[in-house]
């Protein structure tokens, strides 16, 4: 599928603004996650909205790993925390939803499809957070982050998509398949 213009300038539009959200976040995160190791920043779930949201605007394969991709790069830009690990995050979230939405065979997907990949992309990138971060002592409470994770990324950052998705459907006119 081809992009034209628009496309590029909505992918950029979120990457841009979902970087600045995640860079805040992240300061947030990598306190949380200091203090209370891999289970603290578990309950922080909104890494995943920006390219969900570029999907449910744009409805074309590849819209989500591009601006999770660009939203990186911007956050590393930006100077998060993590610094040039964030773009691992970015390639794995991306790739993640991308997975999710092509075995529903890029359909306008419902809340239960941006949930679950909003779920998937955050527990993915949770076992990347491992290798990074180091947590073999913390093994116990890493394993019961992947489960928080992936219910908070679905319940936060699967809502924020699906709510916007209905919106810029009824925007446009177009059907409502967004409603389930």
Excluded: N
Excluded at 92 to 110: D, K, L, N, Q, S
Excluded at 129 to 141: D, K, N, P
Excluded at 156 to 170: L, P
């Amino acid at each position: 599928m081809r992009y034209g213009t628009y496309d590029y300038v909505v992918m950029a539009m979120l990457a841009a603004v979902s970087a600045v959200a995640y860079v805040l976040l992240a300061q947030l995160w990598t306190a949380l996650t200091a203090a209370f190791g891999p289970l603290g920043g578990a309950f922080l779930g909104l890494f995943q909205f920006g390219h969900l949201l570029a999907f449910a605007i744009l409805l074309k394969p590849g819209t989500a790993f591009i601006t999770s991709v660009l939203t990186t790069v911007g956050q590393l830009l930006l100077g998060d925390p993590s610094g040039a690990y964030v773009l691992g995050w970015g390639v794995i979230h991306g790739a993640a939803v991308e997975i999710v939405f092509m075995a529903t065979g890029y359909r306008r997907p419902g809340f239960v499809t941006f949930a679950i990949a909003a779920g998937l992309a955050g527990a993915l990138g949770q076992i990347y957070s491992y290798f990074v971060f180091g947590w073999e002592a913390a093994l116990s409470l890493f394993y019961l982050s992947l489960p928080i994770l992936f219910v908070t990324s679905a319940v936060e950052s699967g809502t924020i998509a699906w709510s916007v998705a209905r919106v810029v459907q009824r925007a446009r006119g177009t059907s409502t398949s967004f409603e389930q």
